[in-house]
């Protein structure tokens, strides 16, 4: 199995994707009629979409470009609050850009080093992160998973679905950086230490170029051309950018979209949900933010879109609901693993829950 990715060895220890597997094995026992029609139940377009991203971020993340950027950012910092408030919004940005989990990868250790160096509070910092990674990649469909989806589901255009987002990631921003600017003192914040800072120039250069043209294919539709420029790029380029993506995220997904599409078909299913009163906006947005306490945002999302066709309040919901519980976004799960403190799902808890509710508040507002 050595010659297999790294990401699809690590799917042995992935809880939530034997939960997947285990379930699509129930049904195809159950109903093996409906095998034939299980390729037709995953969206591919919005798989495609995934897979050009994650190589294009990997690619960006290998060159060594955004941990140059990074450090730069913090030799500029001159106070824990300074260094807080510029970590969260930049890690806000990036996951507006390169997805949640990419803007975690990049800046959670950079926050840590910084946190040893400083004797910053590591924990509080990280949690807000996660926090960043929520509100910001709720704004554009490229952000998160979710949006992704619901980006191909509706075919609603890239700029439509930023101008859709905008007053609640707009709010939901504000408010992370004005709790951020009070958790944090103004105290003086003395850096030391260097890092490796080589970029590999060529490879930023090509993702660089291939990226905007990629997006706007996928925005004219043209998503499975646009990944097969990718990909025949990058395997002549650099191959191991392509090995290394996370392949056991693709199939994770691919599960996904299996199951919830066969358990939404369910009739039992179909009474509950369809009793819901999901055709009203309130009920719509409400089921989405607790569903995903329960689920996590992205699977919340495909479940409901098959009852629904109002995707911006279907968005509303869904991204509110990544945060509150640490299950409603993998984000907030990847956020705490690369921290490493088993306390700090109490902190984590601490600050998302009551952000969540205000968030969830103003949203409903907003519908």
């Known amino acids: 199995m050595t010659w297999l990715p790294e990401s699809l060895r690590a799917l042995r220890r992935d809880m939530l994707f034997i939960t997947l597997l285990v379930a699509a094995i129930v049904f195809a026992v159950v109903m093996p ?56 919004a930049a890690t806000a940005v990036l996951s507006m850009l390169l997805t949640n989990d990419v803007a975690l990868f990049v800046m959670v250790p950079l926050a840590l080093t910084m946190c040893r160096i400083a004797r910053m509070p590591a924990t509080r910092l990280v949690v807000f992160q996660a926090l960043a990674v929520n509100a910001g990649s709720m704004l554009t469909p490229i952000g998160n ?23 609640l990631a707009g709010i939901a921003l504000i408010l992370l950086l004005a709790l951020t600017a009070l958790a944090f003192p103004a105290e003086p914040l003395e850096v030391h230490g260097r890092g490796d800072e080589s970029v590999d120039r060529p490879m930023l250069l090509v993702a660089a170029l291939l990226y905007v043209p990629f997006i706007v294919l996928a925005d004219l539709h043209y998503v499975g051309w646009a990944l097969l420029g990718v990909m025949v790029v990058f ?61 996590s945002n992205v699977p919340a999302a495909i479940l409901l879109a098959e009852y629904s066709h109002d995707w911006r309040t279907l968005a509303y919901g869904v991204n509110v609901g990544g945060f509150g519980f640490v299950l409603g976004s993998l984000a ?6 690369l921290l490493g403190e088993k306390k700090a799902w109490a902190t984590f808890h601490l600050w998302s829950t009551p952000f969540f509710v205000v968030v969830a508040l103003l949203g409903w507002l907003l519908l």
């Not at 377009?45 to 960006?60: E, K, M, N, S």
């Not at 907030?332 to 693993?337: E, F, K």
């Open 33 to 88: 009629s409906r095998l034939p029609d299980w390729p037709g139940l995953v969206d591919w377009p919005t798989i495609a979409a995934l897979t050009g991203l994650l190589i294009l971020t990997r690619a960006v993340d290998s060159s060594g470009a955004l941990e140059v950027a990074g450090r730069w950012l913090i030799d500029r910092m001159s106070t824990r609050r300074v260094a807080a408030l510029g970590l969260v």
């Open 332 to 337: 907030n799960l990847i956020a705490l693993r």
């Open 145 to 167: 998973p979710q949006n992704l989806f619901l980006w191909q589901q509706w075919n609603n255009g890239f700029g439509g679905f930023v101008w859709a987002m905008l007053p």
């Open 235 to 295: 395997v002549a380029f650099r191959r191991r950018v392509v090995a290394s993506i996370d392949w056991g995220l693709l199939l994770t997904f691919v599960l996904m979209f299996i199951d919830l599409r066969l358990l939404a078909g369910l009739p039992a299913v179909k009474s509950f949900v369809g009793g819901l009163g999901l055709d009203h906006a309130t009920h719509l947005y409400v089921t989405g933010a607790l569903a995903s306490q329960v689920v």
